[in-house]
């Protein structure tokens, strides 16, 4: 499925052709949209619409956000077979606003970064939590190097767990392979939130092996191999804390689709 734009200026005329949307602009021949394949439509407001093409995307549920020439969305419909989800829709509204993909950037760094400020008061031997990368550089540091290894593979098992637990819940809300501009096409969003998230259960992961050492001996002659069902026991302990986090950072992506304000 793929969203339509349908441009401001370009006498563009839509109707309905079977189970099509048909599209026209003058001096060129009438393009055909399956229904069935269309996300959401983005429509100028001078575009002429014939109504009957109207209704057909309310009755399949494909939502049109009407904009301006300036980017500003000035009404939207959204049909009554239309269960997707708000913040899909509240989504869609922010990134085709003029700097909508700057914002939403914007906005992953900003929780990125409140994130790391809310890990260092925790943990303040950790030091700083800068970029990417620093983690795995002070685990080398406060860890003999065979258990500074287990703990690496761990901490990969653990990033896996975290991703799928948000691509999970954004399916609960409408996200996914139903929305490929938003999983990898205009934004990745379980990407994103899933790197937010990462550093709170990697962190409490590492002063977990940190503080029980017993955890983390399971060096073999033939070398260091990680225990899987010791990785699920970690797991097990802070996925209610992942949890928390996910849900509080996802009802924060939803407020900031309405307010447009990083602190919110």
Known sequence: MKPLYLETGKQIQVCLDG????????????????????SRVVSGTDVIWQQAALLALARVGVPV???????GVVARLLGMAGERSSLVQQLEEVLVQPQGLTR???????????????IGRLYPWLGRLPEGGYLERRIRQLLKEEDAK????????L????????TERLAHLG????????????????????????WQILVRWLALMLRYPAMRNSASAAGVRHDEHRITRCYQVLE??????????????HL???TRDCDS
């Open 240 to 253: 209610a804390g992942l949890e928390q986090a996910g849900r509080t950072l996802i009802a924060r992506l």
């Open 150 to 157: 287990e703990i690496l593979i761990g901490m990969e098992h």
């Open 175 to 198: 996200i996914g392979a139903q929305t490929p501009h938003l999983t990898g096409g205009i934004i990745d969003l379980p990407c994103d939130l899933a790197t937010i998230l990462q």
């Open 104 to 118: 939403y950037g914007d906005w992953c760094e900003h929780c990125r970064r409140a994130q790391l400020l809310a």
């Open 159 to 166: 990033r896996s767990r975290v991703f799928a637990w948000v």
């Open 65 to 71: 956000v009407f904009v301006e020439a300036q980017g």
């Open 256 to 258: 900031w689709t309405a």
């Open 19 to 38: 189970p099509a949307l048909s599209v026209h602009k003058p001096g060129e021949a009438g393009r055909l949209f399956p229904l069935a394949r269309l």
